[in-house]
């Protein structure tokens, strides 16, 4: 049930929406469609399996407001995250222009304000909310046969000015035969918590290889729900990475769907909480053909009273035979208030296939803390030592050399910032 003040809300901000965009009559009709079927459907509730575990009240849309453009000079906050080659800038959740680098001809930038569903799952509430409160959708495509070595950045800055309830949406084509690096970082300014609903569909064509990389930096703060619905066609390959270093609330979800025989998917995801930081990330794999493999590492660490969700689901349907799939979900637990809720699942309806799951849950050893305390090195250097090693487990499975040093130092900063408390 979603109350009054938040209908009201929601219903101002898509008409200011519609009015500032400039959509059309009928793209105007879609949204106020999606709109009326989120506010039927309302807020998902613990009695829903994905979400019995998520504290949805954390989000108090009633409070959030349209977000403007801003005109801020943000290459002093993108410099970190960035080389040469293309960037897509997205201030408070608006496409910038000015603040992006287009630069490679063979990497296709457009909008459009057409905010009909792609591939994503249009039942699921938040992604009809970005439907219907996305101010335009932008669609890049690679070029055919591109072998492309820069990484195209994605970067989502939020600039702390206001409460805003900001949705992207961006559709990506990676063309046949072409090979490409994306690298979405999500960067936080200020104190003011908004909430960012953002989807993205891609879609690998048939020989095309793509890596994938979302990083939300231990500065932010607010509120993230990430949906990123993925398609790999045939002889298609996936590198996925996840890393989950800051944000109050954050619910990360990406589905990915073998759509055609013989590719490939590489999940791996490192997820650091602190605090009462709430991190949930959800994978759901299907594979609907023959001869495809997906395999899934996760490395939790969470410390005072965060709490985490991870939730592995591959679905083998009936006729895929010869189906591959790994799932793993380390954690490491370091105080007595920190929760973690791991769920790797199997779901298979064909013969001939090669499927694993586990899941650990656990501490520092005592005695290899010992050990090296015997040593001569200091307990918190010991520990911070033992913490580096179980994250590394996930950044050498980074195959690009650039996402993996931007990883391994954010990690770096944010185990050094661990409270080391149980209480906090």
């Known amino acids: 049930m979603i109350d009054g003040r938040t209908i009201e809300n929601l219903k101002k901000i898509l008409s200011e929406t519609a009015s500032a965009s400039g959509c059309t009559q009928v793209d105007y009709m879609q949204r106020k469609r999606a709109l009326e079927q989120f506010i039927n459907k309302g807020f998902p509730d613990r009695t829903l399996e994905r979400w019995r575990f998520t504290p949805i009240d954390h989000l108090q849309l009633y409070k959030q407001g349209r977000p403007v453009l801003q005109k801020i000079q943000p290459e002093s906050y993108i410099h970190p995250y960035t080389k040469d080659g293309t960037k897509i800038v997205f201030i408070d959740g608006l496409f910038s222009p000015e603040a992006s680098q287009l630069i490679d001809n063979r990497v296709s930038v457009k909008q459009s304000a057409c905010t009909a569903p792609q591939q994503g799952n249009s039942s699921q509430s938040f992604e009809l909310l970005n439907q219907a409160l996305c101010f335009n959708v932008i669609h890049i495509q690679t070029t055919h046969a591109s072998r492309i070595d820069l990484p195209v950045r994605l970067i989502h800055i939020s600039t702390g000015n206001g409460p805003y309830l900001q949705c992207a949406r961006i559709t990506i084509v990676v063309s046949k035969g072409s090979a490409v690096s994306f690298i979405e970082n999500h960067i936080g300014l200020?104190?003011?918590?908004?909430?960012?609903?953002?989807?993205?569909?891609?879609?690998?064509?048939?020989?095309?290889?793509?890596?994938?990389?979302?990083?939300?930096?231990?500065?932010?703060?607010?509120?993230?729900?990430?949906?990123?619905?993925?398609?790999?066609?045939?002889?298609?390959?996936?590198?996925?990475?996840?890393?989950?270093?800051?944000?109050?609330?954050?619910?990360?979800?990406?589905?990915?769907?073998?759509?055609?025989?013989?590719?490939?998917?590489?999940?791996?995801?490192?997820?650091?909480?602190?605090?009462?930081?709430?991190?949930?990330?959800?994978?759901?794999?299907?594979?609907?053909?023959?001869?495809?493999?997906?395999?899934?590492?996760?490395?939790?660490?969470?410390?005072?009273?965060?709490?985490?969700?991870?939730?592995?689901?591959?679905?083998?349907?009936?006729?895929?035979?010869?189906?591959?799939?790994?799932?793993?979900?380390?954690?490491?637990?370091?105080?007595?208030?920190?929760?973690?809720?791991?769920?790797?699942?199997?779901?298979?309806?064909?013969?001939?296939?090669?499927?694993?799951?586990?899941?650990?849950?656990?501490?520092?050893?005592?005695?290899?803390?010992?050990?090296?305390?015997?040593?001569?090195?200091?307990?918190?250097?010991?520990?911070?030592?033992?913490?580096?090693?179980f994250a590394s487990a996930i950044i050498q499975k980074i195959s690009c050399e650039y996402v993996r040093d931007m990883v391994r130092t954010a990690c770096a900063s944010a185990i050094l910032n661990l409270t080391g408390g149980g209480n906090g």
């Open 190 to 389: 200020g104190s003011e918590t908004s909430i960012s609903d953002t989807v993205t569909d891609l879609t690998i064509m048939s020989g095309a290889s793509c890596r994938y990389y979302q990083h939300i930096n231990e500065e932010c703060k607010g509120s993230f729900l990430n949906h990123l619905n993925s398609t790999i066609m045939g002889s298609g390959n996936l590198e996925y990475g996840s890393f989950m270093f800051g944000g109050d609330f954050v619910w990360n979800e990406m589905r990915t769907i073998f759509d055609k025989p013989d590719s490939s998917a590489e999940i791996v995801g490192l997820n650091i909480a602190q605090g009462k930081q709430y991190h949930d990330m959800h994978f759901d794999i299907e594979h609907r053909v023959n001869n495809c493999r997906s395999d899934v590492f996760i490395r939790n660490l969470l410390e005072g009273s965060s709490k985490a969700v991870t939730d592995v689901k591959t679905k083998v349907y009936e006729g895929a035979f010869g189906t591959e799939g790994q799932q793993l979900i380390n954690s490491m637990l370091l105080s007595e208030n920190a929760v973690i809720n791991a769920m790797p699942r199997l779901e298979i309806y064909a013969d001939d296939v090669m499927c694993s799951h586990g899941a650990t849950v656990g501490d520092l050893d005592p005695e290899t803390v010992f050990y090296m305390k015997s040593r001569g090195l200091d307990p918190e250097t010991a520990r911070k030592i033992l913490l580096e090693a």
